[in-house]
T-cell receptor, first 115, second 114 residues
Framework: DTEVTQTPKHLVMGMTNKKSLKCEQHMGHRAMYWYKQKAKKPPELMFV???????INESVPSRFSPECPNSSLLNLHLHALQPEDSALYLCASSQDLVGASYEQYFGPGTRLTVT | DQQVKQNSPSLSVQEGRISILNCDYTNSMFDYFLWYKKYPAEGPTFLIS?????DKNEDGRFTVFLNKSAKHLSLHIVPSQPGDSAVYFC?????????????FGKGTKLTVNP
């Protein structure tokens, strides 16, 4: 199983809502990532978890709150978002953070629209 | 400051011919270089990688060439097929705070015409 799954596929939320994005992998990977991708731009790294601990936070606003309940799951909690936060949110995982053949497997993404 | 640059936003190639996708980088500390392919409404899919100590890596129809002195890499696809039509992202890994992170280029949209 080389799949990273993400739910929901699409999400529309108001600026006062609280919602969560979910990501799951069963490849035994110990590193998981959240990326944000705007149209016609490359993915931008938001957070990295390594062995269920937050390893990198790329100065992301606190209205985005990541959580790693266990080694297979990664959540992104959303609260009081702005319309400019509308984007494709991608989850990825890799076997480890450092080493040879560094390769991330990406999920299909959640298309988020903030109204 | 764009550390990984893909200067061609798009490329159009005839089926059966060679596709050459180019990527330049500025940071000599990058460890590995990777190519990802992305179809619309899907996440990026890993294609091929190359270590910074090598100059060529081949996998089937895909070959990546690295020229460290020029800080340039390229992806060759031969023969190109219509199913190769996608956005191709060049990416590089760099050690930051004990973790490696991926830095992506802006992508090149490849269209292979039948």
């Amino acid at each position: 199983d080389t799949e990273v799954t993400q739910t929901p596929k699409h999400l529309v939320m108001g600026m006062t809502n609280k919602k969560s994005l979910k990501c799951e992998q069963h490849m035994g990977h110990r590193a998981m990532y959240w990326y944000k991708q705007k149209a016609k731009k490359p993915p931008e790294l938001m957070f990295v978890y390594s062995y269920e601990k937050l390893s990198i936070n790329e100065s992301v606003p606190s209205r985005f709150s990541p959580e790693c309940p266990n080694s297979s799951l990664l959540n992104l909690h959303l609260h009081a978002l702005q319309p400019e936060d509308s984007a494709l949110y991608l989850c990825a995982s890799s076997q480890d953070l450092v080493g040879a053949s560094y390769e991330q497997y990406f999920g299909p993404g959640t298309r988020l629209t903030v109204t | 400051d764009q550390q990984v640059k893909q200067n061609s936003p798009s490329l159009s190639v005839q089926e059966g011919r060679i596709s050459i996708l180019n990527c330049d980088y500025t940071n000599s500390m990058f460890d590995y270089f990777l190519w990802y392919k992305k179809y619309p409404a899907e996440g990026p899919t890993f294609l091929i990688s190359i270590s910074s100590i090598k100059d060529k890596n081949e996998d089937g129809r895909f070959t990546v060439f690295l020229n460290k002195s020029a800080k340039h890499l390229s992806l060759h696809i031969v023969p190109s097929q219509p199913g190769d039509s996608a956005v191709y992202f060049c990416a590089a890994t760099i050690l930051q705070g004990g973790s490696e992170k991926l830095v992506f280029g802006k992508g090149t949209k490849l269209t292979v015409n039948p």
